[in-house]
């Protein structure tokens, strides 16, 4: 297979992955063809790997791993700008791991940094992802392509303790289970939203 055949198969296969995630919106939401384009293309530009919604056994709305994003199959029947500030939120990851590469994602757990370091590491990339998602919202807007929704900014008033705690579980768990590369702490992530740990 030449190159511009390589090529094509990739962004056909892109295009399906992201066409199917599109259309399980549609089953639920009225969404015009401009607001499909502006959803697809974001997601395509973050180099996101694959999106799907998923049968979740906590009670997360989302999550983002370096190979994808998985959103809880449940968020489906809420408002579609609820919705889509959730795919925002958690696309808005996937930039941060294209930005800053999945070790330095993954440092709040593998122990290279101080339990405080993480918390306010995690804290600000998940502040970061709420603001993100928060513009792209206002954007779609201001366009007219979605109604009246404002924005939730779930992480800015969690206290530091508090996420601190939960990357301290996270990191004991991890200990006792061995995990401290970057793709076993992914499919921990994952692992643990479908049930599977």
Known sequence: MNLQETIRKIIKEETKRVDGFLDEISSVHNMSDELRDFIKKFINESNCERIDFANFKMGVLGIAVKSGVLINK???NSSLPFILFIIFHEIAHQYQFKKYGEDIMYSCYNGDISEIEAAKFMKHTEVVADDFASRKI???QK?????EYSP?????????NQIRMMVNRYRDDMRMKNIDSPKEISEYFYNIVKGEL
Do not use: A, K, S, T
């Open 138 to 140: 206002r954007e779609l």
């Open 143 to 147: 366009l007219d392509l979605i109604g």
């Open 74 to 76: 449940n968020v489906i």
């Open 152 to 160: 939730i900014q779930m992480y800015r008033n969690v206290p530091i």
